[in-house]
């Protein structure tokens, strides 16, 4: 079964930093660009990175350039996504997704569950 | 800006028919680059429902068609039943932006 588990969510102070995992099972994880988006609580899905098969591309939203990093593991079949100076703002729960082909214009078939990222004093 | 514009919400009957639209501009939609929808349910993971326009995923019933015209997409249910009541939200690339870009979202009300 294709699936996508997210984990590394948490509740975490302003400033601070924090590691999403998501463990890819079910194809061949290095054949696919991988992405995350996140969803402020009342608010609507917010695409925030993506990377490469290879990992050797990432792109990010102008609202966490410099503090977040994308990443990959093609042995573990795993994506990360390190967070750092972390802001209220960033408060939503985040979700790794598969794009369809290897262009950042495909869509994004299998998503995970999603993990709750709360960023509070 | 870059942005894609969705109508915070739309409602119909049981069996009728209702579109979502998705404005953007000539950085995304206008340019060429496809459009897709999904369905996000309360307390689970958006699934996609159409890609590249107008494509349905196996699995998604026929009821759900998508079209693109110029800088502008439409979500179009028939036949709408009390499971389709949940949010809806169309996606494309932006080439300002140099990344994906999500409309705002539309909640669909079964009457």
């Known amino acids: 079964e294709v699936q996508l588990v997210e984990s590394g969510g948490g509740l975490v102070q302003p400033g601070g930093s924090l590691r999403l995992s998501c463990a890819a099972s079910g194809f061949t994880f290095s054949s696919y660009w991988m992405h995350w988006v996140r969803r402020a609580p009342g608010r609507g899905l917010v695409w925030v990175s993506h990377?490469?098969?290879?990992?050797?591309?990432?792109s990010y939203a102008d609202s966490v350039k410099g503090r977040f990093t994308i990443s990959r593991d093609k042995a573990k079949n795993t994506l990360y996504l390190q967070m750092n100076s972390l802001r209220g703002e960033d408060t939503a729960v985040y979700y790794c997704a598969r794009g369809r082909g290897q262009w950042l214009q495909d869509a994004f078939d299998i998503w995970g569950q999603g993990t709750m990222v709360t960023v509070s004093s | 800006q870059s942005v894609l514009t969705q109508p915070p919400s739309v409602s119909g009957a049981p069996g009728q028919r209702v579109t979502i639209s998705c404005t953007g501009s000539t950085s995304n939609i206008g340019a060429g680059y496809g459009v897709h929808w999904y369905q996000q349910l309360p307390g689970t993971a958006p699934k996609l429902l159409i890609y590249d326009n107008n494509n349905r995923p196996s699995g998604v019933p026929d009821r759900f068609s998508g079209s693109r015209s110029g800088t502008s997409a439409s979500l179009a249910i028939s036949g709408l039943q009390a499971e389709d009541e949940t949010d809806y939200y169309c996606q494309s690339y932006d080439s300002s932006l140099s990344g994906s870009l999500f409309g705002g979202g539309t909640k669909v009300t079964v009457l």
């Open positions: 990377v490469d098969g290879d990992g050797g591309d990432a």
